[in-house]
């Protein structure tokens, strides 16, 4: 029995070490997994669409240019993905999202600004890129909510 077990050790050992040592390559990701996911060369996976011969858009995971520091080999949490009100679906790269309220509002939460380095990395270089400054971003549309507040409540004046 003990000659039966040191092999099969071995062989669950060895398929450890195999998934412990596989790399995120983004053409290999799923779709669906694919955005805010960063490969094992350090660079940002993204979702693009391309048109095929027959007219039908499809979707496919490419390893982008934007190198991120000091992180490779990681997928984005679900639980980061709903905090920080992002979607795994969206194509491209766009620092567009800046501009809203609502997303800035989750981006800016402690759920999101604390526990998701990876997404608040990305809007940060995304901010930075556009001359804008994360905090700066945050500070303007946390007021820019607090009017919206206070408007909807006829608090001040239109």
Known sequence: MASFKLP??????SLFLQAALAE???????????????????KRCL????????????????TSEVVVEKMADYIETDACVKACGVDRNSVGISSDALLEPQFTGKLCSPACYQNCPNIVDLYFNLAAGEGMILHYVHVFNRRILFLQFLFQRNIICS
């Not at 099969?8 to 050992?13: A, E, H, K, M, T």
């Not at 669906?32 to 094992?40: E, G, P, Q, W, Y």
């Not at 979702?47 to 490419?62: D, F, I, P, S, W």
């Open 8 to 13: 099969l050790v071995l062989f669950l050992s």
């Open 47 to 62: 979702l693009e669409t391309y048109a095929k011969q027959n007219g039908a858009v499809e979707y496919q995971c490419r």
């Open 24 to 42: 995120i390559v983004c053409e290999e990701l799923p779709n669906d997994i694919c955005a805010f996911t960063v490969s094992s060369s350090g």
